[in-house]
């Protein structure tokens, strides 16, 4: 009698090699994951030890109109309430935020209520397919600061409308200087500034700085100091208001 043909007379003993196969099967796909993640871990720990480093050594350009921290301040300094907001602008949650309360956070400022600080990171180029527009769109941001921080929230409010989504390749440099000269911006140094990248090595430092800081998500809202984690204050239309007259009580 042939081995197939024994086989064929014996379903449970065929069952149990299946079984005992999958079992293998398994043992080694968890073995694989569980070491991705080892070295995932490794990466990212060796990463962030490098980018301290990194930033102690920073001497590139700074840009102008931002505080010793890296944040874009709208408004007077002296305000009595202080609004932190760390976004990336590829972050749709950041566009969500933005677009519930970008009014409010102008109407602050503009009235000396609140000093807005933006802290703009780049932690998200990930999601652009290799093109880096977490980090070109961030460089752009200090650009634009830098020439005129008073056009700054119209600019914001048109990068965050057009923000692409993610997975797809994101904005060309071209595209950021149409938001640029769209909102205020039409000097030809800072399309140049935009194009080379000037603070990429700027960016890289705040962000690392940033995440040195304890944040971990986007956005990160704080209001003297005290983090805003209340959905409705975040993302309902004004939403914000509220946090922001009990702080100036």
Do not use: H
Request: proline letters at 4%.
């Amino acid at each position: 009698m042939s081995a197939s043909a024994d086989r064929r007379r014996n379903p449970v003993a065929d069952m149990e090699r299946i079984q005992r196969r999958r079992r293998i099967f398994t043992q080694c796909v968890v073995a694989a994951v569980l070491l991705g993640l080892i070295a995932c871990i490794g990466v990212s720990l060796t990463s962030r030890t490098e980018n301290r480093s990194s930033r102690a050594e920073y001497l590139g350009p700074t840009p102008a109109n931002v505080t010793d921290a890296g944040a874009v301040r709208i408004g007077r300094p002296e305000s009595p309430v202080k609004i932190r907001v760390v976004t990336d602008l590829q972050c749709p949650a950041c566009r969500m935020f933005e677009q519930a309360n970008a009014a409010v956070l102008d109407e602050a400022a503009a009235g000396g209520t609140a000093v807005v600080e933006y802290s703009i990171i780049a932690y998200l180029d990930a999601a652009s397919n290799g093109n880096a527009y977490s980090s070109r769109a961030a460089n752009a941001a200090y650009v634009v600061a830098s020439a005129d921080v008073t056009k700054f929230s119209r600019w914001l409010e048109l990068m965050f409308e057009r923000q692409p989504a993610e997975g797809t390749e994101g904005m060309t440099d071209d595209q950021l200087i149409a938001i640029a000269v769209e909102s205020g911006y039409a000097d030809p140094d800072v399309a140049q500034r935009i194009r080379s990248n000037v603070y990429g090595d700027y960016v890289k430092s705040v962000t690392q700085r940033v995440l040195d800081d304890g944040v971990n998500a986007t956005p990160t809202v704080t209001v003297d100091g005290k983090q805003i984690q209340d959905a409705r204050s975040l993302m309902s239309p004004n939403g914000m208001r509220a946090a922001i007259e009990k702080a100036g009580k």
